[in-house]
């Protein structure tokens, strides 16, 4: 007898009660060999990862609420991830749900950054997948990036929601590790004040894969993703490009809203980090390869006066673009910075070699690393290579 097309978790013994753990009963509907896996409305405690394998489609009801439970969580653990990371998987479609990775437990907490049998803290993690789906989600209560992805290749990811009810070290919303080509995303928010407490958006074709929360990810190039309607009210970090060597190529963003608590835009190379890339003086010429990326209308504004008892990361945003990485053919159209009662540098560009900055029509030069370059505001911008 040929599987159903079409399956509930129920049948396979899904209580959605909030007490029963889930997971056995989710992950049998998902090996049933069914294209369609569907969960009804509830809260399903999940114990373990669950997997999905190539060609299958998971419908969740706005209100299905799954939620990381279960023993001290470890490397390779997260709530969902695709089965096959090793040789792939494909056409894996995800669709509505609150997919919970309950940080304040302590089981689910980080452990030490350099533990290499910890757990990374993403709730979802898709590596090594052509074809995937994301629409129409929550994902909430990220230990540290609230989906990770690498290795993946014509995606579409549309109307993702994120929200925390405390703040984790990094925080990421869309963490995109290297070997990231063709897709496009669009309507992404962060609907908690302060979140996303590190990167809404982090385009990190390279970085430091000893660290916990990246193992298992590769450094390689990010090409041809096209970013849609991003809107967050106080992240610590709208947008980052991170690269060194590998190149982080024809990108495009357009429809940005966002306030900031550290900047808009960050192409630092990641030189401030505990866990710096490179060393200065082995690349006398400059670091990093960013190419034909263009932002289209872009409105931010830097957060400095925060709540009492704030628990994100805070700090007085040094500008809103900073920018240390070699790039060429960079665009900002109808880029627009609001301003508060203390006025930060819309853009600070250095440590960079053989750029010519055009902002507004004027022109300026930059061709060794002790050159820089600091702009109040401008609604235009363009960097190339000379």
């Known amino acids: 007898m040929e599987p159903k097309k079409t399956v509930s978790v129920v049948d396979f013994g899904a209580a959605g009660n909030g007490i029963q753990d889930d997971y056995a009963a989710i992950q ?14 509830g809260i399903y405690p999940v114990s373990r990862t669950l997997l999905v394998s190539s060609h299958t489609a ?28 090793k040789n792939g998987n494909e056409d894996i479609c995800i669709t509505g749900g609150i997919w919970d990775g309950n940080n304040q437990r302590p089981e689910n907490a980080k452990p030490d950054i ?15 997948v052509r074809g995937l789906v994301l629409r129409d989600m929550v994902v909430a209560n990220s230990v540290t ?9 014509h995606f579409e990811i549309e109307n993702i929601d994120f929200i925390s009810d405390t703040f984790g070290v990094n925080q990421d919303g869309l963490h995109f590790g290297g070997d990231v080509k ?22 990190n074709a390279d ?47 357009k429809n940005i809203y966002g306030g900031f608590r550290c900047y808009a835009v960050n192409m630092d190379g990641a030189r401030y980090c505990r866990t710096p890339l490179f060393r200065e003086e082995n690349f006398p010429a400059g670091v990093g390869c960013v190419e034909n990326v263009i932002f289209e209308d872009f409105t ?33 159209k109808n880029f627009r910075i609001i301003q508060g009662k203390e006025i930060i540098p819309a853009l600070h560009v250095k440590n960079v070699t053989k750029q010519q900055i055009t902002a507004d029509g004027i022109n300026t030069v930059l061709q060794t690393k002790q050159d820089s370059l600091a702009l109040d505001d401008f609604s235009c911008l363009e960097i190339k290579a000379i």
């Open 58 to 85: 998971i419908k969740a009801d706005r209100g299905a609420k799954l939620m990381l439970v279960g023993e001290r969580k470890k490397r390779g653990d997260f709530l969902l991830s695709n089965k096959d990371v």
């Open 182 to 203: 063709h897709g496009t995303v669009r309507h992404i928010r962060a609907l908690s004040f302060g979140q996303t407490n590190d990167d809404m958006i982090a385009l």
């Open 145 to 153: 990036y609230y989906v990770r992805m690498a290795h993946l290749h």
């Open 28 to 41: 049998a509907a998902l090996d049933s060999g069914a294209c369609e896996i569907v969960i009804p409305m």
């Open 207 to 253: 970085d430091s894969v000893e660290r916990v929360e990246n193992l298992d990810l590769p450094r390689d190039s990010i090409e041809d993703i096209t970013f849609e309607s991003i809107y967050t009210e106080c992240c610590h970090t709208i947008i980052r490009m991170l690269s060194v060597t590998a190149p982080i190529r024809d990108i495009r963003f």
């Open 300 to 332: 931010c504004c830097p957060v400095s006066q925060l709540p009492a008892g704030f628990g994100g990361t805070k700090s007085k945003p040094p500008c809103a673009l900073m920018i240390e990485s070699q790039a060429d053919r960079f665009t900002l």
């Open 114 to 128: 350099f533990d290499m049998d910890g757990y990374s803290g993403a709730v979802l993690n898709f590596v090594n």
